[in-house]
């Protein structure tokens, strides 16, 4: 599975943007999906993901509220909409692709990532 993430930029404290995840090479109608970032000197933190069986989602408490991912199987796509954003949300997001149904919150849990889209929130 290849993932390709894009839609990251630059956008003012309360802004949103919307990053999307395009996956192929094989469908990713069989995985669970997973958003993380990792910001300057810091180590990659989950942020949400999304089961593959029933859409199931779970959130950082950081995002809870202000994210909402969501996923096109037919376009085997995943989209992350990012509302009221903050400068502390400014890091390098990254899609990625994990074989449970179940929810997995660690970098260990995906078998897939892509390359990373850098968002920018300005205060």
């Known amino acids: 599975v290849q993932l390709q993430a894009s839609g990251g930029g630059l956008v003012q404290a309360g802004g949103s943007l919307r990053l999307s995840c395009a996956a192929s090479?094989?469908?990713?109608?069989?995985?669970?999906m997973g958003w993380f970032r990792q910001a300057p000197g810091k180590e990659r933190e989950f942020v949400t993901a999304?089961?593959?069986?029933?859409?199931?989602?779970y959130y950082t408490n950081s995002v809870k509220g202000r994210f909402t991912i969501s996923r096109d199987n037919a376009k085997s796509t995943v989209y992350l909409q990012m509302n009221s954003l903050k400068p502390e949300d400014t890091a390098v997001y990254y899609c990625?692709?994990?074989?449970?149904?179940?929810?997995?919150?660690?970098?260990?849990?995906?078998?897939?990532w892509g390359q990373g889209t850098l968002v920018t929130v300005s205060s």
């Open positions: 090479g094989r469908s990713v109608t069989s995985y669970s």
């Open positions: 990625a692709a994990s074989p449970w149904y179940q929810l997995k919150t660690e970098t260990s849990g995906y078998h897939y």
């Open positions: 999304i089961s593959y069986r029933d859409r199931s989602t």
